[in-house]
């Protein structure tokens, strides 16, 4: 029985599992880790290609499935617990730099996704079905409807790049909503960012009313002439920006708080 807390949908669709398989293309000395390996969909034709695979699972009934598989494998390790609280740089350490890869629970995937890439531990790249919608704004373009607080906060800290979508059908039970998967290269952004948690509150406050110009929905941070300063037109809604722009904003932010507070 698929249990709904734990956003289990398993993936049946063969063509889907080989399509995910071939875009990850896995090596077979990868540092390999499965979030939320389920039934073993993902898990058993990944074990065909890597020497070690570490899977990740919260649900006591799969890690007992799960166990006794490993007890006759010993490719396969058994991590058993909420992905939300992994350390992941523990892992790294251990296992090298990891490749991540999952059919996510949806209501944990944003939170996921923003420990991983928050997290000091070494990420060569992951590979999640996501919910479309989730994917659709984290490669959004920025004047696009989909654009918003989720591209900007990914695009400073990784590229994203969606690969296919996945309709219902492919999984059981069926979700009600399309997925899509997403491969995440986390990278350096060419742009400074010197308070990352600044520049999130700042992109969160710009975005928490789409239809405001920067210069009302930034006015706890910057005023009109600090926002032209940083060459950008006080005028424009949030969409309209780069990640960049909302880095030399923050940026600003950051300075102009700093010496209110040495006044
Ligand atoms: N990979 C399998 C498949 O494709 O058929 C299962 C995918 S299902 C969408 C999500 C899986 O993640 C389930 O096995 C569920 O028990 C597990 N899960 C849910 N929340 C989790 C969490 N916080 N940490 C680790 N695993 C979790």
Not at 76 to 103: H, Q, T
Not at 151 to 176: E, I, M, W, Y
Not at 223 to 249: G, T, Y
């Amino acid at each position: 029985m698929a249990r709904k807390r734990f956003g289990q949908h398993f993936l049946h669709e063969r063509g889907v599992i080989d399509r995910i398989v071939s875009m990850l293309a896995p090596a077979a000395d990868d540092a390999l880790v499965e979030i939320g390996p389920g039934q073993g969909a993902l898990t058993e034709p990944l074990l065909e290609r890597v020497d070690r695979l570490s899977v990740i699972e919260i649900d006591r009934d799969l890690i007992a499935e799960l166990e006794s598989r490993a007890a006759r494998d010993s490719r396969l390790e058994v991590i058993a617990g909420d992905a939300l609280r992994i350390d992941y740089a523990a892992l790294a350490e251990r296992r090298g730099p990891l490749r991540l890869v999952g059919n996510l629970p949806y209501n944990i995937s944003s939170p996921l996704l923003f420990a991983l890439l928050g997290s000091a531990a070494p990420i060569i790249d992951m590979h999640f079905m996501l919910q479309k919608e989730v994917v659709d704004r984290m490669t959004a373009e920025p004047g696009s409807r989909d654009y918003g607080r989720l591209t900007v906060s990914v695009a400073a800290r990784a590229h994203a790049q969606a690969l296919f979508d996945v309709a219902p059908g492919a999984f059981n039970p069926p979700p009600k909503v399309m997925s899509s998967v997403v491969r995440v290269t986390p990278r350096a952004p060419d742009f400074e960012i010197h308070d990352g948690q600044l520049f999130d509150q700042l992109v969160t406050a710009a975005f928490s009313q789409r239809r405001k110009t920067l210069r009302n929905a930034l006015g706890r941070f910057l005023d009109a002439q600090a926002i032209e300063a940083c060459n950008i037109d006080p005028m424009l809604r949030p969409e309209r920006l780069a990640a960049a722009d909302f880095a030399r904003l923050a940026n600003r932010a950051s300075k102009e708080k700093r010496a209110g507070s040495t006044d």
